[in-house]
């Protein structure tokens, strides 16, 4: 953890308490960052009657970070919290009846226990490391179940997704090439934001595999762009869909899926051989831009055009943008993560910011602030050398060991079926919906579960992962219902969770489960008796306590421009950045040291148009999956009425020339089908995408089916289409994003 002199902090000087009574109802003040819910963290209004019922959520429009505006999950959250679908208790059936629906009700401590015995013995018998730990997106669980993890032994902490392809791999590839995270300021360090004298608005901000208006990561809250487009901004969108975002840019980029990294050393080349790079900044700050720029020789741009589908003409102007202007800011997303060589691709794209100086500098690309380290975890002093040692993927992935905590999901999959290095006997599954939403080929990882003697499920409501898998739910509570934290990505800021309402039931959060069980499995490392107590201890380095956070928050850490030339990045106090050279690594000497290709490089999508032609033959179309929708985050509010209606079925898009080529019209039902299996779609007919191209979102299941059925999970799993060991040489990188199918309608009957 970063200490920080709390004289140093900033907050809002709010016109009101932190609660207070409006038009009969009690108003709480707070953020939204807990189940349901995404990275950000939201300021939210929460609005409660004289019964302790929680009747309206508004945004907080005192608060800097998302001023007022909310999206429609946090507007419906009470419709959550309520729902008749929440499961509000303890239950329990026999590992014998996995997948079929004979639960019953059990108090707490009847659950509590039989979890702590189970995973006791299975420590005793096997060792610590036999039980892996897992996690939904971010939220307030990090801290929990990483000190979970680790208390009680077992170094396998991990999300079951193919090669951690979710932010991991851009906060290793930028870490391991600058030393640090850095992420586009859209001045989200200062109290009054754009108004900050020392914040300058980027002339260009390049938006790259991400849709922020409604994806949202990296605590950066996607309404940002349009901010800064009103204060002056130009956009380059690099998407393969017509968005509105893509209709207001200067240039709209309409990459192939998959093709991020050679697109990024083509722009690289262009501004190499035009002289548009900041060559005192390169002098200065820049470790190997001589063999980089002998890397980029390799990709002219017609090169480049050839493999990304985006016109010559296109790539010239986008470069020439970025090497032109003042200054130039990047807002990438998971499409870098979900490319098999997302590290190389994350090396690239940064690259481009680092030779045209856009990097520490305002509008630019700035060095997080963290008070809890978002990759590090909560606790790791807790674990012996020795067991962190046995970490899955450890040995064959060194780049594990610099600082990232996660074992390598692919190897825990096939350690799993093996038993080689060791066998696997239990999970904690702490609100992840593996099977519907994250997990490469959900029945080949079903049948890897199937093999544990204990399988616990921490969530809202009953999902197919937990009907399919778990013997315990323990059910945890919506962010209204409890107090906690905001200790997210990005640039951080103090957050307070503030209990609106009544818990429903018997829920809890997930932080009072979480040490709940902690005292059962490791006392001596969960002293805390209350809630608060942790959240002191959390907030040590603020100076902060968890009840003058509820009066000031959020609380902003203090934030400066150009840290590396004050000597304030390095821990020796040098001038220079944390790398081994103390420049920016354009070739990283940390890659070389472990056997990789210190330069970035593309590498073919596998399959693909350029790997796989033969495959082509039988499926033509290029596959992407995972875009995000307003309404659901991941495989969530699939039972929400309000949030359903908006897309009430898992779909494809097409474009209308294909659904004449196909036979096939809106809101046909089609079968989505390659080479590792199917799933059933209703047609969306769009001219947004290519001719080449067509999209799925994710995330599906029905909760109005039969849950002895895993609500039809195996009908409409986009994820059946996708693989289990085909991921990156670094063991980060997974081919989500791009894949190849056919399509074809859907019979009577089926």
Not at 330 to 359: H, R, Y
Not at 438 to 454: M, N, S
Request: net charge negative.
């Amino acid at each position: 953890m970063t200490k920080f002199a709390k004289s140093d902090l900033k907050f809002v000087d709010h016109e009101k308490p932190w609660r207070y009574e409006e038009d009969g109802l009690t108003v709480t003040r707070g953020s939204a960052w807990s189940g349901p819910g995404c990275h950000l963290g939201c300021g939210v209004l929460l609005h409660t009657d004289k019964d302790g019922k929680l009747v309206k959520c508004e945004g907080d429009p005192e608060n800097p970070f998302n001023q007022g505006r909310l999206c429609m999950r946090c507007l419906n959250i009470q419709e959550v919290t309520y729902h008749e679908k929440r499961i509000t208790y303890p239950m329990m059936r026999d590992p014998k009846d996995r997948g079929k629906d004979t639960w019953r009700r059990v108090s707490w401590e009847e659950a509590l226990d039989y979890v702590a015995d189970k995973f006791l013995d299975i420590k005793e018998k096997y060792g610590a490391e036999s039980v892996i730990f897992a996690q939904g997106t971010g939220r307030d669980i990090g801290p929990a179940i990483t000190r979970l993890a680790w208390s009680y032994g077992s170094p396998n902490y991990t999300c079951i997704l193919s090669g951690l392809a979710c932010f991991l791999p851009r906060i290793a590839g930028m870490a391991l090439t600058t030393g640090t995270y850095m992420v586009a300021d859209a001045s989200q360090g200062w109290t009054d934001r754009y108004d900050n004298p020392a914040y300058e608005v980027p002339e260009v901000l390049v938006v790259w595999g991400n849709y922020p208006l409604v994806a949202n990561n990296e605590g950066w809250y996607g309404h940002w762009v349009v901010d800064m487009m009103k204060r002056g901004t130009k956009i380059i969108d690099i998407d393969p869909k017509v968005t509105w975002l893509s209709c207001n840019s200067a240039q709209h980029l309409r990459i192939r899926p998959g093709t991020d990294a050679a697109l990024a050393l083509g722009i690289l080349n262009i501004l190499f051989e035009e002289d548009l790079c900041d060559n005192d900044f390169v002098d200065k700050w820049c470790y190997g831009f001589d063999e980089l720029k002998a890397r980029a020789a390799e990709y002219p741009v017609s090169r480049v055009a050839e493999i990304t589908w985006v016109p010559e003409e296109n790539i010239i102007e986008a470069a020439r943008m970025i090497g032109k202007a003042k200054t130039a800011s990047l807002q990438w997303g998971l499409a870098v993560d979900m490319t098999k060589e997302s590290l190389p691709a994350s090396q690239a794209i940064a690259s481009i910011f680092m030779v045209t100086g856009n990097i520490d500098v305002p509008g630019g690309i700035i060095p997080t602030i963290s008070i809890l380290s978002y990759a590090s975890g909560w606790g790791g002093e807790l674990i012996s050398d020795e067991q962190k040692a046995k970490r899955i993927g450890l040995g064959n992935y060194p780049i594990l060991q610099a600082g990232f905590q996660m074992s390598q999901a692919d190897e825990l999959i096939e350690t799993m079926e093996s038993g080689e290095p060791y066998e696997i006997h239990g999970s904690w599954l702490q609100q992840t919906n593996i099977l519907a939403c994250i997990a490469a080929d959900p029945e080949r990882t079903h049948k890897a579960f199937e093999k544990l003697d204990i399988n616990v499920s921490v969530d809202l409501f009953m999902t197919p992962t937990a009907m399919a898998l778990a013997d315990v739910f323990l059910p945890a509570n919506t962010f209204p219902e409890h107090d906690s934290i905001r200790l997210g990505d990005g640039i951080q800021r103090g957050e307070v969770i503030c209990q609106a309402c009544k818990p429903v039931g018997e829920s809890k959060s997930d932080m009072e489960i979480n040490l709940l069980l902690g005292k059962r499995l490791a006392p001596e490392a969960w002293p805390w008796e209350t809630l608060e107590e942790v959240y002191d201890e959390l907030l040590k380095p603020t100076g902060f306590t968890f009840s003058e956070l509820k009066e000031v928050a959020p609380i902003f850490l203090p934030l400066e421009y150009r840290r590396h030339e004050k000597g304030l990045l390095r821990e020796d106090g040098q001038l220079g950045f944390p790398t081994p050279t103390g420049r920016l690594e354009l070739y990283s000497t940390i890659y070389e040291s472990m056997g990789y290709d210190p330069l970035p490089y593309f590498e073919e999508p596998s399959p693909g148009p350029g790997s796989t032609p033969d495959l082509m033959e039988e499926y033509p179309l290029v596959l992407t999956t995972g875009a995000r929708v307003f309404n659901s985050f991941h495989s969530e509010h699939r039972m929400i009425e309000r949030n359903r209606s908006y897309t009430p079925d898992p779909t494809i898009q097409v474009h209308p020339e294909l659904c004449e080529r196909y036979g096939v019209d809106e809101g046909d039902w089609v079968w989505v089908e390659n080479h590792l299996g199917r799933a059933k779609r209703r047609v969306k007919k769009t001219p947004i995408l290519g001719t080449r191209i067509v999209a799925c979102d994710h995330g599906w299941w029905l909760p109005e089916k039969d849950p002895e059925d895993l609500f039809d999970l195996y009908d409409v799993a986009i994820n059946k289409l996708l693989p289990w060991g085909e991921f990156g040489k670094t063991g980060f990188g997974a081919n989500y994003k791009t894949n190849i199918c056919k399509i074809y309608k859907v019979k009577e009957g089926e």
